[in-house]
Nanobody, 128 residues
């Protein structure tokens, strides 16, 4: 069992930055692929970014949704069992509840159904 807890959300003006954190506890969370997703009111949960477990000297595999590429950066600190999402150049359309998630395997994934564990979410609101 893995428990996830997000933090770092808030209200920011367009063009600003926020850094989300996701603290993981429980069973060997550092060995799982992890991801960030978001859900705006009335919309389906959508993929933001994903990172694999660090399984080689080359590090982790990372991918992003096109809508955030170049603005958001996902990273993980295995020693602290924490996942991060650095969000720069925020836009009003980035407003959503942001969720971190952990898969049951080492690879990351852009698919909601590939994740077994979810946090409660943290609200990000970007004003224009």
């Amino acid at each position: 069992q893995v428990q996830l807890a997000e933090s770092g959300g808030g209200l920011v003006q367009a063009g600003g930055s926020l850094r989300l954190s996701c603290a993981a506890s429980g069973r060997a969370s550092s060995g799982y692929g992890m991801g960030w997703f978001r859900q705006a009111p009335g919309k389906e949960r959508e993929f933001v970014a994903t990172i694999s477990a660090t399984i080689s000297r080359s590090g982790s595999e990372i991918s992003y949704a096109d809508s955030v590429k170049g603005r958001f950066t996902i990273s993980r600190d295995s020693a602290k069992s924490t996942l991060y999402l650095q969000m720069n150049s925020l836009k009003p359309e980035d407003t959503a509840v942001y969720y971190c998630a952990a898969a049951s395997w080492q690879s990351g994934s852009p698919l909601v159904n590939d994740y077994r564990y979810w946090g409660q979410g943290t609200q990000v609101t970007v004003s224009s």
